[in-house]
T-cell receptor, first 114, second 111 residues
């Protein structure tokens, strides 16, 4: 399988639940990203990992916890979320040293917090 | 200064017409300007990109026009087709790992 794969595609969770989003890339890229996409708003960068080290944490609440065990896998652990956290969560990867190649995005996880 | 302002929010174009989406930025350190296309249920996909050392880049029916002095760039879709109906995002980057995205333009091409 090629590209960036995200699971699950849809997730409904209660505010007291704990769940995890998974992202896997098969492109040999060395940087991975979590973005939040809400309606009519720009994509919001949440976290960046380069060579498995977190290099960006964009003032994201602690109820979101990323994990990057290796350069091909990225997780976003969720706990005690709020209804306003409902959104499409996108994972992306890039070859960090090559600025002009852009990002490859996954299809996202549609999260609904009830 | 880190914002990228995109307009219009939505656009309806007749089949065969020209679709034009505009973006403006403030940070002169940006040196890479990609456009992404997103279909429903999919993540954004890189469509075309430009660097500020050129004023125009064309790939098939898609053209980026870049005005460095005005700090503006635009996407033109020639001979627009119903299959082009999607949401388009402009973006800007200055290296590192931060890319700033516009809010998106929802394009609908009428058959």
């Amino acid at each position: 399988e090629t590209g960036v794969t995200q699971t699950p595609r849809h997730l409904v969770m209660g505010m007291t639940n704990k769940k995890s989003l998974k992202c896997e890339q098969h492109l040999g890229h060395n940087a991975m990203y979590w973005y939040k996409q809400s309606a009519k708003k720009p994509l919001e960068l949440m976290f960046v990992y380069s060579l498995e080290e977190r290099v960006e944490n964009n003032s994201v609440p602690s109820r979101f916890s990323p994990e990057c065990p290796n350069s091909s896998h990225l997780f976003l652990h969720l706990h005690t979320l709020q209804p306003e956290d409902s959104a499409l969560y996108l994972c992306a990867s890039s070859q960090g040293g090559r600025l002009y190649d852009g990002y490859t995005f996954g299809s996202g996880t549609r999260l609904t917090v009830v | 200064q880190q914002q990228v302002k995109q307009s219009p929010q939505s656009l309806i174009v007749q089949k065969g017409g020209i679709s034009i989406i505009n973006c403006a930025y403030e940070n002169t350190a940006f040196d890479y300007f990609p456009w992404y296309q997103q279909f429903p249920g999919k993540g954004p996909a890189l469509l075309i990109a430009i660097r500020p050392d050129v004023s125009e880049k064309k790939e098939g029916r898609f053209t980026i026009s870049f005005n460095k002095s005005a700090k503006q760039f635009s996407l033109h879709i020639m001979d627009s087709q119903p299959g082009d109906s999607a949401t388009y995002f402009c973006a800007a980057s200055s290296g590192g790992f931060k890319t700033i995205f516009g809010a998106g333009t929802r394009l609908f091409v009428k058959a």
